[in-house]
């Protein structure tokens, strides 16, 4: 493997290998880290009679040869989990919450190896591939600390106050069912299974074969932390095979991934009546506003649309740039990103990697070659780079796109953005919401409570004001999710763990029972009830 890193002059041609991101002496290379060794201790478990493999987007060449599960192993893993479920719900929330904390220290501690899974799965820089540890640990440490409080029993108000005892407990739905895909493929897979753990559920994962190590080295290190390993597993294989086997067996679905997909993911669970969540695609937009600081703007839009090479559900893809400030904040929204360094090494350094394989790379360039073909111009970018890695692709702006490009409209998720201008606040907030999609948005102005006001009319599950998406989607403490055809449900806060348990409330009716007694009839009963109903409106009772 080789350390290319790439810029670009101002023409947008490639200048080639950047001196400044020389071969590190000793680099790493797939072969250093994906030995037969990991893959036999990673896959150890993992049931299937057949053969599948994964490949590193830097090559394309086979990372690794991994077991390819049957809907009989998911019946099998299905099992396994239930089995061992129950003595993981008898577990108290503070021992099982202390295995996330467990697991948040491993995963600083031996985060190189994370790591470079991560790179060789995804084909992302190492910097974006840290945004992944990041999110885990955050989770780790929130739930870890907070799940506690969010599970513990709460007592409420009775229907006759001190009469009726209530308290409101909540119980775990036992098997979670949770589909995982390859964009993300430890922030997405253990990030979301974390909050599951610790509300005593077991999960049964179906992670994207592209991406499978990644989850498996996730879930040894949880193992470690001390996770009763039946109380997790991981079925490979085709999602067309085996997702369906996931679905149809969970007493809860955990799906991310796409709308088309999350649509038959729903209707599959709506069919046996268990719980959803889902988190779905985007066409995110960001607005600099006229009174924006155009140089943190232009930095900020290069993260919020090229992190991960654009391969985030809540990357951005549509630039709304007010007309005053529009080619000030393009001249250098160009430049930082022509002078992206592209690269493949193990290492910090690359400003951006590959997209993770054909299929994305032919939908980009699908996109970006259709809007030129019908008007469009490219202020940077736009075409591939196979010198650098077979689905290499330049990070892109594209300025005049409109209807009918697909580009306009569909979802990319890839490095490409196209920019607009527009003049009317009014007017620009309703370009944003004109989508079917409501996931992320970020509103760039140096005027807060002017930022404030924008975000609130803006139709997404998270708004990030003069950031792109890492503010909100980091604040774990807050839910993240999408609004209209972006998804159903929530991650994070009580909301993301509140959705893997089921409420319970027990009610203990106390000296005197909720009908006639001490010599009442009925009609001094009803009296009796009407003079209370009305003493606790006065009490002002809730």
């Known amino acids: 493997m080789t350390d290319t890193q790439a810029t670009a002059d101002p023409t947008g041609a490639a200048t080639g290998t950047n001196p400044k991101a020389p071969h590190p002496a000793g680099a790493r290379t797939a072969a250093d880290v994906v030995t037969p060794e990991v893959v036999a201790q990673l896959t150890r478990t993992v049931g299937g009679s057949g053969r599948t493999a994964c490949h590193s987007p830097f090559t394309g060449d086979r990372l690794a040869e991994l077991p390819e599960s049957t809907p009989e192993d998911v019946e099998a893993a299905y099992a396994r989990a239930r089995a061992a479920q129950p003595a993981w719900a008898a577990t108290s929330v503070r021992e099982r919450a202390a295995v996330l904390l467990r697991f948040h220290d491993l995963v600083l501690e031996r985060q190189a190896e994370a790591l470079d899974l991560i790179q060789l799965e995804t084909g992302k820089a190492r910097l974006h591939a840290h945004e992944e540890i990041q999110a885990v640990t955050v989770a780790a440490r929130h739930y870890g600390r907070k799940a506690p409080y969010y599970l513990r029993p709460k007592h409420r108000t009775g229907a006759i106050p001190t009469l009726t005892k209530v308290t409101e407990q909540r119980q775990p739905r036992g098997v979670v069912g949770q589909i995982a895909p390859w964009n993300y493929p430890f922030e997405l897979s253990i990030g979301d299974a974390l909050p599951a753990f610790v509300a005593g559920n077991a999960v049964v994962m179906k992670p994207d074969t592209e991406t499978a190590l990644t989850a498996l080295w996730a879930r040894d290190v949880l193992i470690e932390a001390g996770l009763p390993a039946d109380v997790f597993q991981v079925v490979l294989g085709e999602g067309a095979v085996i997702g369906p086997e996931v679905v149809d067996r969970g007493d809860y679905v955990s799906f991310t991934g796409s709308t088309r997909t999350g649509r038959e993911v729903a209707r599959r669970a709506a069919g046996r009546l268990v719980g959803v969540s889902l988190e779905l695609g985007g066409k995110n937009a960001m607005l600099v506003l006229s009174d924006a600081d155009v140089e943190k703007a232009a930095a900020g839009a290069v993260r919020a649309c090229f992190s991960s090479a654009g ?17 000030d904040f393009l001249q250098r929204f160009v430049a930082r990103t022509r002078a992206m360094r592209l690269g493949t090494s193990l290492s910090y350094g690359a400003d951006m990697g590959s997209l993770a394989g054909e299929r994305q790379l032919s939908a980009v360039a699908s996109h970006v070659d259709d809007a030129v073909a019908k008007g469009a111009k490219v202020l940077a970018g736009g075409v591939a780079r196979p010198d650098l890695g077979p689905y290499f692709y330049e990070p892109t702006i594209l300025d005049g796109v ?85 998804g159903v449900g929530r ?34 009963y009803a009296a009796f009830m009407t003079t209370s109903l009305k003493v606790m409106k006065a009490l002002r009772l809730r």
């Open 311 to 327: 391969q985030l559900c809540v990357s951005i893809e549509r630039l709304y740039v007010h007309e005053s400030v529009a080619d």
């Open 402 to 486: 409109g209807e009918p490009m697909a580009v306009c409209t569909e979802e990319t998720f890839g490095p490409v953005v196209s920019v607009y201008r527009f003049s009317d606040e009014d007017e620009v907030i309703g370009l944003a919401n004109a989508t079917p999609y409501g996931l992320n948005s970020s509103v760039w102005t140096k005027d807060a409570k002017r930022g404030h006001a924008v975000a609130a009319r803006l139709r997404t599950g998270t708004v990030n004001i003069n950031e792109g998406y890492a503010p909100a989607y980091g604040s774990v403490q807050a839910p993240m999710g999408g609004m209209k055809q972006s």
């Open 491 to 524: 991650r994070h806060g009580a909301e993301g763990i509140h959705k893997f348990t089921e409420v319970q409330t027990v009610a203990h009716q106390r000296v005197m029972p909720m009908a006639p007694s001490f010599g009442m009839d009925d009609e001094k």
